[in-house]
């Protein structure tokens, strides 16, 4: 597994809020169990108090996106490296699957960490996996939707670096939408020149 998988952990975690919209899914305990996915070991550790620790850890990796969403890439490291040595991570070699038939195991890195909560370890995992990806691809990979009011992070992994949308829900309305405004303004310019061209005429 690429240690930049990791990386979605942040952005599931930055997602769980839409501050535009007032919305925040980060309710409960079992919301926050919900966010390490598969990983149901770790979710077991999470208790209530790791909901204001997990929002707390949320707003400050959303802050990483938002420095690189404005182009601002030392602010966007430092956030980060403040992130990684708060929650350190040890980088371990496990093996799980089969390689060929003799029973060779299929060696890949993984990120174990050693939390004192569950939120220690998700943060350690996210914040990791973040700088993976961040040093791999760029600062300017780290991005938040265009789509207002959507501003949900995202990670851009285009061979063009061309992503500007979380989804392809919201490039489909942001679309719409600008095609919708451009008609408006065909229409206004056709309403001005008409009116001028029947002033003229008189």
Not at 35 to 48: E, H, I, P, V, W
Request: glycine fraction near 6%; hydrophobic fraction near 35%; charged fraction near 25%.
């Amino acid at each position: 597994m690429e240690l930049t998988y990791y990386a979605d952990y942040a952005v599931r975690l930055v997602n769980s809020e839409e501050p535009a919209r007032g919305k925040d899914a980060l309710t409960s305990v079992e919301a926050v169990r919900a966010l390490f996915g598969g990983n149901q070991s770790a979710a077991r550790r999470a208790t209530d108090a790791d909901v204001t620790r997990f929002r707390s850890v949320r707003g400050r990796l959303r802050a990483v996106f938002e420095a690189a969403d404005s182009g601002d890439q030392t602010l966007a490291v430092d956030l980060l490296n403040s992130l990684l040595l708060e929650f350190p991570v040890s980088p371990q070699i496990s093996g799980h699957d089969h390689r060929d038939d003799q029973d060779n195991p299929l060696w890949h890195m993984h990120l174990a960490d050693h939390p004192s909560n569950a939120t220690a370890g998700y943060a350690a995992i996210a914040s990791m996996g973040l700088a993976f990806h961040l040093t791999e691809h760029g600062v300017d990979r780290l991005g938040l939707c265009e789509a207002a009011p959507c501003r949900n992070a995202y990670l851009d992994t285009s061979t063009n670096r061309s992503r500007r949308y979380c989804s392809d829900r919201c490039a489909t309305r942001a679309n719409v939408a600008a095609y919708r405004a451009r008609k408006r303004e065909e229409a206004a310019a056709r309403t001005d020149r008409d009116a001028k061209t029947g002033r003229t005429a008189e």
